[in-house]
């Protein structure tokens, strides 16, 4: 049985691998994008913070790219412990070879709970993130971006989330 799930997953591979036509540029072909962020940080109080963000993109025309994108984040120290789930459509549409402005839309699902005072919160909010940056090749089909994104939904004193500005810096590879 496992010979011939190894023989069929190589079929479905080399049968997906050949549709690229040849002598076809690879930018009419490769319009998926795979990509996203991890971060890690460290503070007083033992805090500690885990994140991730990945995002599948569809690039509809050469300048302009549509998907969805989720973010993950554990926080925890010694007075508190949060989790915060997040997804929405994104599109960025890209321009002078190196730059990109963009537009996000995320649910959040926030729940957080403080140690001492057994308080819990279990809620959602919803940003709408508008902003931009810089793209760089890395790679031949890899690229960084960098730029900052500002929630126009935010409201200082409602907000469960810490700041309406959101620097960013991820990785985008196309298939």
Do not use: C, H
């Amino acid at each position: 049985m496992k010979k011939f799930i190894i023989l069929l997953f190589l079929m479905i591979s080399g049968a997906v691998f050949s549709q690229v036509a040849i002598g076809a540029s690879p930018e009419n072909n490769n319009r998926w994008t795979f990509g996203g962020g991890i971060g890690v940080g460290f503070g007083s109080n033992s805090a500690f913070n885990l994140s991730a963000s990945p995002r599948v993109g569809y690039r509809l025309t050469n300048d302009l790219e549509a998907g969805v994108l989720g973010s993950v984040s554990w926080q925890t120290s010694d007075y508190y412990r949060s989790t915060l789930f997040g997804v929405g459509p994104f599109v960025n549409y890209y321009f002078a070879r190196s730059f990109y402005v963009g537009a996000n839309l995320q649910q959040y699902f926030i729940n957080y709970k403080d140690k001492y005072y057994d308080y819990k919160i279990n809620e959602q909010e919803t940003a709408l993130y508008l902003g931009g940056g810089y793209m760089q090749r890395i790679g031949n089909n890899s690229f960084m971006q960098i730029g900052v994104m500002y929630n126009v939904l935010y409201k200082e004193n409602s907000s469960f989330l810490s700041s309406g500005l959101i620097p960013n810096i991820g990785f985008v590879v196309g298939l």
